[in-house]
T-cell receptor, first 110, second 115 residues
């Protein structure tokens, strides 16, 4: 089945800096790659997604890039703020279900 | 519009007891899912239902059964709970089965402890 690897597992940045989280996937048929943010004790929330016919997508301070040849995709958060502190999960669609990475705990310090 | 509703929110079971986690969605989505979340392990797929009347195993199905009761409801049953099933369980739905919006909508989760 699909295997999604996510790095790093923890990331600490200063407020205003950028944060980058990287994921790789194994199923070459995967065509949809979402990112979720989960705050402590809450449900995961979709923050951005990208389909395989697009190389990059932006939404204000967040962006996702996709390299289908290399089977990797990345989340970029610019001008980080303390409220960006959370666990972020990447995922890849395989068939009818998403396979998730193990998560990155992002801490933004003031 | 409630989205995805899960019950109960918290549950403590003794080893060997059984219980059913309930999930209902009101977004007319075809596809529904059950995941478990453990520290450092991400979200792992237990079972899914691509459409009403179908169910399939995910990555970690052992010890669980599911029922897609109708288009709205997808339940997860633990027949004989074990401490290894202590986890947070999330139900989700999407339109993946119909080629619509692929993003999941998650329920608020069930925190299950088996002692």
């Amino acid at each position: 089945g699909e295997n999604v690897e996510q790095h790093p597992s923890t990331l600490s940045v200063q407020e205003g800096d950028s944060a980058v989280i990287k994921c790789t996937y194994s199923d070459s048929a995967s065509n949809y790659f979402p990112w979720y943010k989960q705050e402590l004790g809450k449900r995961p929330q979709l923050i951005i997604d990208i389909r395989s016919n697009v190389g990059e997508k932006k939404d204000q301070r967040i962006a996702v890039t996709l390299n289908k040849t290399a089977k990797h995709f990345s989340l970029h958060i610019t001008e980080t703020q303390p409220e960006d502190s959370a666990v972020y999960f990447c995922a890849a669609l395989s068939g009818y279900a998403l396979n998730f990475g193990k998560g990155t705990s992002l801490l933004v310090t003031p | 519009n409630a989205g995805v509703t899960q019950t109960p929110k918290f549950q403590v079971l003794k080893t060997g007891q059984s219980m059913t986690l309930q999930c209902a969605q009101d977004m007319n989505h075809n596809s529904m899912y059950w995941y478990r979340q453990d520290p450092g392990m991400g979200l792992r797929l237990i079972y899914y239902s691509a459409s009403e009347g179908t169910t399939d195993k995910g990555e970690v199905p052992n010890g669980y059964n599911v029922s897609r009761l109708n288009k709205r409801e997808f339940s997860l049953r633990l027949e004989s709970a074990a401490p290894s099933q202590t986890s947070v369980y999330f139900c989700a739905s999407s339109e993946i089965g119909t080629g619509g919006t692929y993003g999941y909508t998650f329920g608020s989760g069930t925190r299950l402890t088996v002692v």
